[in-house]
Structures are given as C-alpha cells and as structure tokens.
T-cell receptor
Framework: QKEVEQDPGPLSVPEGAIVSLNCTYSNSAFQYFMWYRQYSRKGPELLMYTYSSGNKEDGRFTAQVDKSSKYISLFIRDSQPSDSATYLCAMSGNTGGFKTIFGAGTRLFVKA | GAVVSQHPSWVICKSGTSVKIECRSLDFQATTMFWYRQFPKQSLMLMATSNEGSKATYEQGVEKDKFLINHASLTLSTLTVTSAHPEDSSFYIC?????????FGQGTRLTVV
C-alpha cells in the first residue's frame, strides 16, 4: 500500500463547477498537509498548507483535513480554465527532517 | 515571490559529462533541502535529503555516487549528475521547508544527448 493515494484522473469539469480533489494516507505520523498545483513543465506551486485537522480557506480554494479518517480534500469553487493543471497532495511529519511524500497528482481540465 | 530559486532551468549535455544544479533558499535558512525527480506525467519521487554540513540521505535505489549532493551553506544545496546518460534525462526539482510550508524551485529540465 502506498503511503499516499491519489486518483490520477483525468478529471474534466465545466467552467464554474465546484471541483473536489482528494487523497488518503496511511501514516498517522503525518501532521503537515499541502496541496500543490503544477502546470506542464513547471515546478509545483504551493496552494494550501494545513497543520493537523481542520479547514483552511483561501479565496476560491478550501482545504480540509480529517486525521481520524486519514483523508484530505481540496475544493475549488467557481473553477476557471486557468485552473487546469495537475494537483498534487503532499504530507509530512516531524521525523526525517519533514520529508514530504506526494500523491500521484490529479490532472484537472476545466472546459470553457 | 519565489522563496526557493533553482538554476539552471534547463540544460542539455552530452553523454558522459557532469551537470551541476543549484538550489538556493531566498531570505531564509534551510538546514534541510530535498531533491526530487519527476518523469513526464508522473509524480515527484524523492531522491535524497540534503543536510547542511553533513552527508545527504539517499532514498532506496538512488545511486549516491552518481547523484552527488553538497549542502555547503544554510542557503545553498547542489546536485551534480555525474557521467550523465540519456536515461538521466528528467525534471529535477529541489524544495525547502519553512514555517509556512514546503516551497519548490522552478525545476531543471535535464536532457542528455
């Protein structure tokens, strides 16, 4: 079993839709949870960063962490064609110098 | 703005030569940096953890003699791909952790011909 599971998609939605992206994990030591957006041939860009359980909102993006279920989500409201990218979840703990483990990434296409 | 700067952004080299990639943390000190490799349409695979002032920690299956890592200062880590071969062609990315999250460099696309 992989430490982090993420559906690679692709996920295709119409413009304006609410997008839900999810990851599950197995390591209960993870405490830091991140979502990255990566455009083709570019490095990942940090979107959201959450410590432990709870919700965090930033503009059209909302990140949720449920440590009891080992499940994290990223919601994108009013999705735009410019949101089309690969979204990677990532997580780390206090051990190993905060070594970060990534999900496979979900490819998202937002159609105009 | 960028908090981690990586250079060069792309490089083409001949088989058998060595290539050095630099990763710098901007306006913060990073005692630990990470080097990743990413093949097309795949996720990031951790290659090694770079520790300032000590040897890097390599992930299983990564050749430490081929991928030399030097973390000489609190703001700079370098990855040198030695005796590069076409199968080393990939996207290499570094990252550093600060209190607001993990930040990545722009990545280096290496093509070995």
């Amino acid at each position: 079993q992989k430490e982090v599971e993420q559906d690679p998609g692709p996920l295709s939605v119409p413009e304006g839709a609410i997008v839900s992206l999810n990851c599950t994990y197995s390591n209960s030591a993870f405490q830091y949870f991140m979502w990255y957006r990566q455009y083709s041939r570019k490095g990942p860009e940090l979107l959201m960063y959450t410590y432990s359980s709870g919700n965090k909102e930033d503009g059209r993006f909302t990140a949720q962490v449920d440590k009891s279920s080992k499940y994290i989500s990223l919601f994108i409201r009013d999705s735009q064609p410019s949101d089309s990218a690969t979204y990677l979840c990532a997580m780390s703990g206090n051990t190993g110098g905060f070594k970060t483990i990534f999900g496979a990434g979900t490819r998202l296409f937002v159609k105009a | 703005g960028a908090v981690v700067s990586q250079h060069p952004s792309w490089v083409i080299c001949k088989s058998g030569t060595s290539v050095k990639i630099e990763c710098r943390s901007l306006d913060f000190q990073a005692t630990t940096m990470f080097w990743y490799r990413q093949f097309p349409k795949q996720s990031l695979m951790l290659m090694a953890t770079s520790n300032e002032g000590s040897k890097a920690t390599y992930e299983q299956g990564v050749e430490k003699d081929k991928f030399l890592i030097n973390h000489a200062s609190l703001t700079l880590s370098t990855l040198t791909v030695t005796s590069a071969h076409p199968e080393d062609s990939s996207f290499y990315i570094c990252s550093a952790i600060r209190d607001s999250g993990g930040f990545f460099g722009q990545g280096t696309r290496l093509t070995v011909v």
